[in-house]
């Protein structure tokens, strides 16, 4: 099994920062993809940020330049720094981790709990 576990959610207030993180352990061999996602009330959700094993990013234009996506393989760990929020910012975020099991030998895409981000005004 693989297992994904989110932290740092909470809340702001418009301008300020959080940083949430993002720890995967289990049977993984290999990681493709690690990305962030947000679901708002009544939305659906949506990609915020993604990194590749090879460090490269891509963001959601409502958050480029204000969000940084981060990992630390050794540590199996992605981070979302999230600076300058907004209220529209306020969501459930979601982490997913793509790659190889170690014990099936097969592809697997799995997703955190979720933490809750409020930015108030």
């Known amino acids: 099994q693989v297992h994904v576990v989110e932290s740092g959610g909470g809340g702001v207030q418009a301008g300020g920062s959080l940083r949430l993180s993002c720890a995967a352990s289990g049977n993984i061999f290999s990681i493709n993809t690690m990305g962030w996602y947000r679901q708002a009330p009544g939305q659906q959700r949506e990609l915020v940020a993604a990194i590749t094993s090879d460090g490269i990013t891509n963001y959601a234009d409502s958050v480029k330049g204000r969000f940084t996506i981060s990992r630390d393989n050794a540590k199996n760990t992605v981070y979302l720094q999230m600076n300058s929020l907004k209220v529209e910012d306020t969501a459930v975020y979601y982490c997913?981790?793509?790659?190889?099991?170690?014990?099936?030998?097969?592809?697997?895409?799995?997703w955190g709990q979720g933490t809750q981000v409020t930015v108030s005004s």
């Open positions: 997913k981790w793509s790659g190889l099991r170690s014990d099936t030998w097969r592809h697997f895409d799995e």
